[in-house]
């Protein structure tokens, strides 16, 4: 059975995920404000730039890592879980705003050895952003952040939800109510305390593993609004996420989901 990589290995697996993040920004770039989307069978939407980020990516990574499990976006929807070592890409993620010429979309890589979710790669090339996540260190532009830990919601609280969130939920939250485009540039910002919470919803896995490494790096977590945590392995197939998540600081959670009640 093979040994797990040392931690050198493993500093060498994320400095390249920066780099290919970069690159694949790159490409995107030249796509950014040229866009034709198209919409998918789930009624999703894809541009060139997913379709030319995406090969790129796998091509790099595939030639660099042979033996590893690839799962992007736009590839094979296939049960992941029984992969030793697995990278989960979404190569634009946040394609409506991408497409809009908005600038909050990234190049999206995670990986997962033996079903653990190992790093996180977030890297938005509109504002030359790059969050990565791995072990107890979550960084934004190569400095260390952690999420927010006030016990208390007020008026100038950021909430950022899902585009359709209104059509789900009543709330009197306190405070103020975006959603900008990319859920996993969501995740990162109240990873960096910018936002106290993230909701999450019609989502998949490569929305939420990227963020997740960085979140929990940061000191959050992930939780449905009864508490419980978001696992990874329940979606490896590539499903729809069944549940509403919320991303938040650790303790946090409670603070939030009071002012959430589901329409009837």
């Known amino acids: 059975m093979p040994m797990e990589p040392m931690a050198q290995e493993w500093e060498q697996m994320l400095k390249f995920a920066e780099e290919i993040a970069l690159e694949g920004g790159k490409i995107a770039m030249k796509h950014y404000g040229k866009a034709d989307p198209q919409l998918k069978y789930d009624m999703s939407l894809v541009t060139e730039a997913d379709i030319e980020v995406q090969s790129y990516l796998e091509s790099r990574i595939t030639n660099a890592y042979p033996h590893h499990a690839f799962f992007g976006e736009e590839g094979e929807q296939r049960d992941y879980s029984n992969a030793e070592h697995l990278w989960v890409v979404d ?16 190049i999206s890589i995670s990986h997962f050895y033996d079903g653990e979710l190992k790093f996180g790669v977030f890297y938005l090339p509109a504002t030359n952003e790059m969050y990565t996540g791995f072990g107890k260190t979550a960084t934004h532009n190569g400095q260390k952040i952690k999420s927010r830990l006030d016990d208390s919601v007020d008026n100038e609280s950021v909430l950022l939800t899902y585009s359709r969130f209104h059509q789900d939920f009543s ?10 485009g990319s859920s996993v540039a969501h995740i990162a910002y109240v990873a960096r305390g910018a936002a106290w919470g ?10 939420i593993a990227p963020g997740l490494a960085i979140l929990k790096a940061a000191g959050g977590e992930i939780r449905d609004l ?13 499903r729809s ?9 650790k303790g946090q959670h409670d603070q939030i989901a009071r002012f959430l009640k589901m329409q009837d």
Do not use: C, Q
Not at 171 to 180: A, D, E, V
Not at 201 to 206: A, D, E, L, P
């Open 91 to 106: 190569p634009v993620d946040g394609t409506a705003a991408f497409s809009s010429m908005l600038p909050i979309w990234g």
């Open 171 to 180: 709330t009197n939250f306190p405070g103020k109510i975006r959603s900008l």
């Open 198 to 207: 993230a909701l999450l919803g019609r989502v998949h896995i490569w929305d």
């Open 226 to 238: 009864e508490g419980n945590l978001f696992n990874p392995a329940d979606y490896m197939d590539g």
């Open 241 to 249: 996420v069944d549940r509403i998540f919320l991303a938040a600081a």
